[in-house]
């Protein structure tokens, strides 16, 4: 009954090769966030979309993207990962924004760079 | 601008015994809180969340929390802890009801640690 689902869930890039994260969900919500937790840290939100609709944080590097074809689909787009892009990286969804709904987290992938 | 602030970031306790997880936060508008859990390589599960009304929200697995709007804090309680509830703990705040848009402002999280 998994309703967020994260693949692969442990990824190992060299650094600078492109890496792509994968995350999906059957729940049918309108937003989609990406979240990083590096280690011993709280996680950090990156973008979201709401439906199409791109939304950058302020402070999210450029080396950083994201796609969502449709509204099951969000991948998360590393161009050249650094050493400082290990972590765990986290999907979430939630029905609509500014509603009493929940966000609904997968499990997350770990990224490993070498 | 939000911040959350977790005081504790780690917490050793005996099973059966009580256990409380401290969380204070800053917000200049009105608040939203909730806590989630993160079990060893899982993703974050909702355990309550605080909207409006009885400033005590009782949660999943026999955990509560109590909003404190002079003290600005959002402590998490649990009068039994078991094996099963060793965890990381995090506290989070928004200015959205379901935290959405903006996403959820997070603490750097409490882990919890149970001693048989």
């Known amino acids: 009954d998994a309703m967020v689902i994260q693949n692969p869930r442990y990824q190992v890039t060299q650094f600078g090769k492109p890496v792509t994260l994968s995350c999906s969900q059957t729940l049918n919500h309108n937003v989609m966030y990406w979240y990083q937790q590096k280690s011993s840290q709280a996680p950090k939100l990156l973008f979201h979309?709401?439906?199409?609709?791109?939304?950058n944080e302020a402070d999210t590097p450029d080396n950083f993207q994201s796609r969502r074809p449709n509204t099951s689909f969000c991948f998360l787009d590393i161009r050249s990962p650094g050493l400082g892009d290990a972590a765990m990286y986290l999907c979430?969804?939630?029905?609509?924004?500014?509603?009493?709904?929940?966000?609904?987290f997968g499990p997350g992938t770990r990224l490993t760079v070498l | 601008a939000q911040s959350v602030t977790q005081l504790d970031s780690q917490v050793p306790v005996f099973e059966e015994a009580p256990v409380e997880l401290r969380c204070n936060y800053s917000?200049?508008?009105?608040?939203?809180l909730f806590w989630y859990v993160q079990y060893p390589n899982q993703g974050l599960q909702l355990l309550l969340k605080y909207l409006s009304g009885s400033t005590l929200v009782k949660g999943i697995n026999g955990f509560e929390a109590e909003f404190n709007k002079s003290q600005t804090s959002f402590h998490l309680r649990k009068p039994s802890v078991h094996i099963s509830d060793t965890a990381e703990y995090f506290c989070a705040v928004s200015d959205r009801p379901g935290g959405g848009a903006d996403g959820l402002t997070f603490g750097k999280g409490t882990h919890l640690i149970i001693q048989p």
């Open positions: 917000s200049s508008v009105s608040v939203y």
């Open positions: 979430a969804t939630s029905r609509a924004s500014g509603t009493t709904d929940t966000q609904y």
């Open positions: 979309y709401y439906d199409k609709d791109f939304n």
